[in-house]
C-alpha cells in the first residue's frame, strides 16, 4: 500500500517562473494540505483541499493556487517565483478534514530551488 | 494567535542517555498538540499526540509526552536513547478541529553520539 506520494523529488526554477507539484494521497484517503518548509523553519500550512475544493487557507498569497481531482490527487502551483519561495513542500492526506483525525500522513516532500 | 516554540535549536545526548525536547504553545483553547519527527529526505511521522484526558501520553518508539496547561508545556521525552533517534523533532498544535491546520515549531535537532 503506497503511502503519499509527491513528484517531482526536486526542482530547480528562476525567478519568475511558474511551477506545479503533484501529491497523490494514501489509498481511502480523500483530503489533501499542503505545508512550506523553509531551511531551519517548520512547515507551515498553505491550504487543504476537499472535495475538490479549497477549504482552508494559510497565510500564503494569491501566486499559491491548488486543486484537488476526482481521484483525490492535488496540485500545487505557484506563479511568479520568488527567491523565497525556495523550500521543502510537504503534501499531508487524510481521510475526511478534522484535526482530530489520526491518520494524518506526509509524503517526503518536493525540494523546490529557485534561483 | 497560536504559536509554538521549541527553545533548543539542537541538542546532543549520548546513545542510552534519557532525552526531553522542550515545546511551549500559545493558545488561546484547548489546545491539540502533537510531536513529530523528520529524518533526512523523508516525510513528517507521527510520535504521538494529546487531545484531551489523561496528560501523559504515549507515542511510538518509546516516546512519551506530558501536557502542562498550567506552563503551556508539552515536553517530548524518552528514557533511553538509540542512534536511530538522531533527526529532526517538531512540536504542533492545531489551530481547531476543522481542518488539519497545524502550526508548528522551528524544531530541534537531535544527535546522539556513541
Same mark, same amino acid.
Given at each position: 500500500d503506497a503511502g503519499v506520494t509527491q513528484s517531482p523529488t526536486h526542482l530547480i526554477k528562476t525567478r519568475g517562473q511558474q511551477v506545479t507539484l503533484r501529491c497523490s494521497p494514501k489509498s481511502g484517503h480523500d483530503t489533501v494540505s499542503w505545508y512550506q518548509q523553509a531551511l531551519g523553519q517548520g512547515p507551515q500550512f498553505i491550504f487543504q483541499y476537499y472535495e475538490e475544493e479549497e477549504r482552508q487557507r494559510g497565510n500564503f498569497p494569491d501566486r499559491f493556487s491548488g486543486?484537488?481531482?476526482p481521484n483525490y $490527487?492535488?496540485?500545487l502551483n505557484v506563479n511568479a517565483l520568488l527567491l523565497g519561495d525556495s523550500a521543502l513542500y510537504l503534501c499531508a492526506s487524510s481521510f475526511r478534514t478534522g484535526i482530530t483525525n489520526e491518520k494524518l500522513f506526509f509524503g517526503s516532500g518536493?525540494? *523546490? $530551488?529557485? *534561483? | 494567535a497560536q504559536s509554538v516554540t521549541q527553545p533548543d535549536i539542537h541538542i546532543t545526548v549520548s546513545e542510552g542517555a534519557s532525552l526531553e525536547l522542550?515545546?511551549?504553545y500559545s493558545y488561546g483553547a484547548t489546545p491539540y498538540l502533537f510531536w513529530y519527527v523528520q529524518s533526512p529526505g523523508q516525510g513528517l511521522q507521527l510520535l504521538l499526540?494529546?487531545?484531551s484526558g489523561d496528560t501523559l501520553v504515549q507515542g511510538i518508539k518509546g516516546f512519551e509526552a506530558e501536557f502542562k496547561r498550567s506552563q503551556s508545556s508539552f515536553n517530548l521525552r524518552k528514557p533511553s536513547v538509540h542512534w536511530s533517534d538522531a533527526a529532526e523533532y517538531f512540536c504542533a498544535?492545531?489551530?481547531n478541529t476543522y481542518g488539519n491546520q497545524f502550526y508548528f515549531g522551528t524544531g530541534t535537532?537531535?544527535?546522539v553520539i556513541p
Open positions: 486543486h484537488q481531482f $490527487s492535488s496540485e518536493t525540494q *523546490l $530551488s529557485v *534561483l | 522542550r515545546c511551549n499526540k494529546y487531545f498544535v492545531g489551530a535537532s537531535l544527535t
